[in-house]
């Protein structure tokens, strides 16, 4: 059907003015297909009218009080919008589906349709992507997202694996109106973006200062880098520092823990495969993270924990800057820089026939060893004093400050966990606390945390004890239902149904 755009506009705004345009168009029994209305213009799409037709219209729509001219447009308002959004969409290098307060498809780009064969507006998600946590998500309004994250939730699809977000969308007077969610290829449970910085990196104590220093200066080489360090002192954090640092910042960052993929999936995740080329998989072929980060910087953590035959062909990567896919003939040219880091003896494990001795060497030409919390005394004061302002921020608690109690205990803990541990302890302890100073019974260590969940015999039910004890806590701070919700950040009925869910006895908290 052929159609025609047309734009109105009036010199003045009064009452009843779209009734009097319009009521012209149904007098010569002209349908209108839609229609958008401003406070001194109107779009209105129309079956094609003839020349002469539209002229006596027009005519007719110059006497009526307001009226200062029309023009065919091309486009009317919210297509052009629609267009701009589209084209923005189909710029992003992840899948984008916006969707109304119901979870239905409203709008999606390309790479959404590629990871959900089918995908069309006015269909429900829960038809392309059947998770519980996201039908309850949405069920809720987004009301239960306290409990749980849809931050990079790892889910399957028949297109792959993909990492699933989902954010409550929000007009400027912060009415609800739907839901952003965003689906991006797993590679083994972590993103392309990379927001750290040198910056983002704290400390006073001398020698921290010169591997910060070093690491600067090895972020303009192409060598690869090992990291060193136990647990939790943030080489990610260093290894993301030094992508931000390099020429290659504008490229992916994906970063990889060889300790938690199984041996069997980290060959394939890291090197990809062509169709056929891993028995038992039906047809398709897989890009490989070295293949995506092409350009980038490739972070491999507990390199360590990596098997003696993926240790060669990370070898052959490094020495001829070469990758095979798996099943493939072909060769890609690979340009990419290599971060590596460890918290175990790699000497020891050469020593064990564990690691190969001439990749060692590869990669232990620039090495940082990152200091633990313990060996960074100077620092304890300024990480406290930078984390309890960033958690508190981010539960809106305020300048938060510690006891000289809490404080104490904090110094004399041994952190294994350390800065990652000290993070976690922090934030429980503003979670917990119930005045302006965190007190030392706030302060609960990783260790004693899991105590309340060590006697679970699954994850449902170490989960479960973790939500009643959340909701617990909760109520003990607050004086009703409905107040321990609000600070919840869900419904007054969902916490209602948890209460009793979990049998929840108004002794154990009034």
């Known amino acids: 059907m052929e159609i025609i755009r047309i734009k109105i506009i009036f010199h003045i705004n009064r009452p009843h003015l779209t009734f009097d345009i319009l009521s012209i168009l149904k007098k010569y029994d002209v349908y209108i297909i ?15 009218i003839s020349e002469d037709a539209l002229k006596i219209i027009e005519k007719e729509w110059k006497e009526v009080y307001g009226f200062d001219y029309m023009e065919i447009v091309d486009i009317m308002a919210f297509e052009e919008k629609d267009i701009e959004l589209k084209g923005v969409l189909n710029l992003l290098n992840e899948g984008v589906v916006m969707l109304s307060t119901k979870g239905v498809v409203e709008y999606f780009n390309n790479e959404a349709l590629d990871a959900l064969k089918g995908l069309e507006v006015g269909a429900e998600i829960s038809k392309f992507i059947a998770d519980s946590d996201l039908a309850e998500y949405i069920g809720g309004n987004g009301s239960i997202r306290s409990f749980n994250s849809f931050k990079d939730k790892k889910i399957d699809l028949e297109t792959g694996t993909y990492l699933l977000s989902i954010n409550d969308l929000y007009s400027e007077e912060r009415i609800f109106c739907g839901f952003l969610l965003t689906l991006k290829e797993a590679v083994l449970g972590y993103s392309f973006d990379n927001y750290i910085t040198f910056e983002d990196i704290i400390g006073e104590d001398e020698n ?29 954090m260093f290894a993301r520092a030094i992508h931000a640092e390099s020429d290659r910042a504008s490229k992916p960052f994906v970063g990889i823990n060889c300790a938690t993929i199984p041996e069997e999936l980290l060959e394939s995740d890291l090197f990809g495969y062509e169709s056929g080329g891993i028995e038992g998989v039906k047809g398709g072929s897989k890009r490989g993270i070295f293949d995506l980060t092409n350009g980038g910087t490739v972070f491999l953590d507990e390199i360590g924990e990596m098997n003696i035959h993926l240790q060669t062909k990370l070898l052959e990567v490094i020495r001829d800057k070469k990758l095979k896919p798996i099943g493939s003939d072909r060769e890609i040219d690979l340009n990419v820089k290599i971060i590596a880091a460890t918290s175990k003896d790699l000497e020891r494990a050469i020593e064990e026939k564990k690691f190969r001795q001439d990749l060692y060497n590869r990669l232990n030409v620039f090495t940082l060893e990152i200091p633990s919390i313990r060996q960074r005394p100077r620092d304890f004061d300024i990480i406290i004093d930078h984390f309890l302002k960033v958690i508190s921020n ?39 606390s119930k005045s302006e100073e965190i007190k030392e019974e706030d302060i609960i260590f990783d260790s004693e945390a899991k105590d309340g969940v060590a006697k679970c015999s699954d994850l449902n039910s170490a ?21 321990a919700a609000k600070e919840l950040n869900v419904t007054h009925t969902l916490l209602l149904n948890r209460i009793k869910k979990y049998e929840i006895e108004d002794e154990e908290w009034k």
């Not at 989960?463 to 009703?480: D, G």
């Open 34 to 48: 839609s229609m958008e209305v401003y406070s001194n213009i109107i779009y209105l799409k129309l079956p094609y």
């Open 208 to 236: 921290f200062i010169k591997v910060t220093e070093a690491a600067k200066s090895f972020a303009y080489m192409d060598n690869p880098i090992l990291l060193k360090g136990e647990v939790g002192t943030g080489k990610e």
């Open 394 to 432: 981010r539960y809106d608690r305020g300048n938060l400050k510690l006891s000289q109690e809490a404080k104490e205990k904090l110094k004399l803990y041994s952190w294994p966990g350390n800065i990652r541990e000290l993070q976690s302890v922090l934030e429980r302890a503003i979670v917990l």
């Open 463 to 483: 989960v479960s004890a973790f939500e009643r004890n959340f909701i617990l806590k909760a109520l003990r701070k607050n004086p009703s239902v409905r107040a």
